[in-house]
């Protein structure tokens, strides 16, 4: 999500989103886009979505009615409608509904973006009131670390010692251990927990995109930047900012973040007067940055810094007595998500989880475990279900089955789980859409 916010666009007309897409994207937000009502319903249960505009007729549903549905289920976004010349009474009716306003098209164009401004805005607050009622009403706990190893109750240990404290945290370990779930919780067992905790992905950005986004800018600070913005710190304002994979950071954005660290202010991009801040920063990496400052690739001064409480979290492969209990999980998660009743794994199943060698760590797990469920057609998880690295016995045939065997077998049940999507098959097969057709094609699959 960016700073600006999301934005779903849902109508049948092509031209008429991708002009709409084009309009707000300029204005920094997030655009997704929909043709129909089936299509919108799968975009909200993966994105949050801040804002809809809806177009009223849509192939397979109305907007009026659309809007009803979607308040009482999802009451933090705001809708606005567009309406055809001269149906003002669609307006009004979506209005009763719900709807933040209405817009009749090609009629209107001078009030989109005001409007479309003022609705983020609000949308923006009521999900910021939802999450401070959740965490205000949840656990202050670490209950969202899963595991029982030695390895993991010590860095839950070490975790509970420093949310008590505003010390800067610097969490280390593979990528896909965990180190957003334990600086979430270190914010939550904090006294920190009612402000803002805000997530920023140093690698997701480039250099001089990441100054803008982590500092804000001025009105007129480079070509495009048309209005003040504020910057991660700054909506971070009392609460926690996470910096995952700072050691990303380019160097000259190190200095600054060394001077937020050491004297609590910084400098907007464009502006000669610095901003105060009161926010505890936690930063994780899965580089050894103290090996990159004797390169001279990461400042020895920051390193020092952030390094005054260090907490390893250990990888998969270091705590695989937790490989159990965090796929059962997963799969208590991931099954009602999917509308399939799963009471369980097979013993194969579970025993090839526990010998895998999990190079992408948890998330690799919970893929795995999220692909099974999706292609699984039993109350059980078993080892046909499993991608092909897994090292298990097919026992599906009266014959062991070739290699291409088994990826045709695979590539059939992946198309079949998914309905035919080829776009959402070979995202699950981790393979280019290209890759896909061509093995369609050699494979003769139907």
Known sequence: MTQQGTILIIDDEAQLRKLLARLLTLEGYTILEAQDVRSARKILDKSDIHVILSDVKLPDGNGVELTAQLKSSHPDIEI???????????????????AFDYLTKGDDNNRILPLVSKAMDKARLQFRVRSLEERLGGKHDF?????????????????????????????????????????QAIHRASARTAQPFVAVNCSAFGKEILESELFGHKAGAFTGAVKDKKGFLEEASNGTIFLDEIGEMALDLQAKLLRVLETREFYKVGDSKPMKVDIRIIAATNRDLEKESEKGTFRADLFYRLCAFQIHLPSLNERREDVPLLAQYFLSQLGPKNNKRITGMSGAFRQALENHHWRGNIRELRNVIERAVILSDGPELGTDLLPLEFSHPENDGPAPLSLADMERKHIARVLHAVNGNKTRAAEMLQIGLTTLYNKIKEYNIR
């Open 80 to 98: 606005i409608v567009l309406t055809a010349y001269g149906n003002i009474a669609d307006g009004v009716q979506a209005i009763k509904n719900g």
């Open 143 to 183: 209950s969202q670390v899963i595991g029982k190893s030695p390895r993991i109750l010590d860095a839950v240990n070490l975790s509970r010692k420093v949310a008590a404290t505003d010390a800067t945290v610097l969490l280390l370990g593979e990528t896909g251990s965990g180190k957003e779930v334990f600086a």
